[in-house]
């Protein structure tokens, strides 16, 4: 394992004092579990013959779930062993979106093959899968845990009603761009859409129905993610021109540029405090950033490859 270098800084007060599930995956075919405080790996889970897509962690911070091309493996963060204690067939293509229902009791995942699937989480067998028709590149699932909103390859947002067991609504904000990454904010009043191109359309949902707000445009080139911080205060852009970008959700005008990655930024993701951010890059390395200063006060070190997911549960259980 490769050495780290542990930054000249202040201990991270809010992620000191709480048990932190931190970990990335990229195409080094492994995902590595970090200690989110000192910069060290104490633990590398391999992937098999495929890239780690995206990952997720259980609200309990049991599971740690990762997807590549086209497997799900679920793995259990308790155990001793690296090996998953799962793993989800079904998918024909890259996994590129996948998560866990607030109280453990599924899961879902999407792919570039063009389906949304549900699987119960005791059985690899999938329980719903619905077609998209278009290679879906972001998933998202709602705050009330009964819709499931893709962005697929043609510029379609849909709204997948779990309730109804149907698609509901359907919406082309960005014609003939790819929509790239959906975010909706934890009241679930309002949600983000990034398409390709870099433009952010930002829609009013709370009615139970999608109504666009405003959009603008983030990045002159491709966005890759956007992220509501759980405050739903801000919105945190990333993309291949090596920046992440706040934005102020009540003005939506940006509030600072997050630039020391030297490759693109794949992903990004909050702390439940909404007071840190850790990105991924192709550059190798994940950073834990301090949004109060614009700061990195962490560098993660170790994949050889891209770092293209990461995944951070630090709540207070």
Known sequence: MRSHTKEGCTVIGALSMLPVVLATGGFDHKI????????TCPKIYRFGESQVNCLATSTDKGLLLGGGNPLINLFDLKSQSDSPVFSYEGHTNNVTALGFQRDGKWL???SEDGTLKVWDIRSPTCQYSYDCGAAINT???HPNQMEIITGDQTGCVKVWDLSMNALRE??????????QSISIASTGKF???GSHKGHVFVYKTEDGKM???TDFQAHNMY??????????NVLATASADKTVRLWNTETWVQERVLQQHQRWVWDAVFSAD???LVTASSDQSAKLWDLQTGEVVRNYLGHSLAVTCVTLNDTRS
């Open 274 to 276: 909404s007071l840190y």
């Open 223 to 232: 966005l890759l993610k956007c992220v509501i911080s759980p405050n739903t």
């Open 191 to 193: 949600m983000t859409v």
């Open 139 to 141: 998933a998202v699932l």
């Open 170 to 179: 359907e919406h082309t904000p960005a014609v003939e761009s790819p929509i």
């Open 108 to 110: 879902y995942s999407a």
């Open 211 to 213: 109504e666009l707000k």
């Open 32 to 39: 590595r579990l970090w200690d989110a405080t000192s910069g």
